[in-house]
């Protein structure tokens, strides 16, 4: 059974960090993209950032440069470290994995973890 787990979300000032940790199961981990997406009330689910199965990376225009997406394939865990945040990053921030490489569209992804909270305080 294919389990994904994010977490690592809080609440932080503007410019602060955080990172955020995405924990799979169930599949063969380098096989698979994964990828984090963000959801605010009201609007579609938006790609923030991906890396592909061979390691691969790829952001949003909004996140690069604040953003860094790492993998421990031994330990089956992809991170987004998060830096530089503003106010609009507060979302509900969510890990998925799909084998196609690259995918920053959310509908591609067929595997879904809960949400974690990101806050960001002006």
């Known amino acids: 059974e294919v389990q994904l787990q994010a977490f690592g979300g809080g609440l932080v000032q503007t410019g602060g960090s955080l990172r955020l940790s995405c924990s799979a199961s169930?599949?063969?981990?380098?096989?698979?993209?994964i990828g984090w997406f963000r959801q605010a009330p009201g609007k579609e689910r938006e790609g923030v950032s991906c890396?592909?199965?061979?390691?691969?990376?790829y952001y949003a225009d909004s996140v690069e440069g604040r953003f860094t997406i790492s993998k421990n394939t031994a330990k089956n865990t992809v991170y987004l470290q998060m830096d530089s945040l503003k106010p609009e990053d507060t979302n509900v921030y969510y890990c998925?994995?799909?084998?196609?490489?690259?995918?920053?569209?959310?509908?591609?992804?067929?595997?879904w973890g809960q949400g974690t909270q990101v806050t960001v305080s002006s």
């Open positions: 169930g599949f063969t981990f380098t096989d698979y993209s």
């Open positions: 998925a994995a799909d084998q196609t490489p690259g995918s920053m569209w959310w509908k591609t992804y067929d595997y």
């Open positions: 890396v592909s199965g061979i390691g691969d990376t």
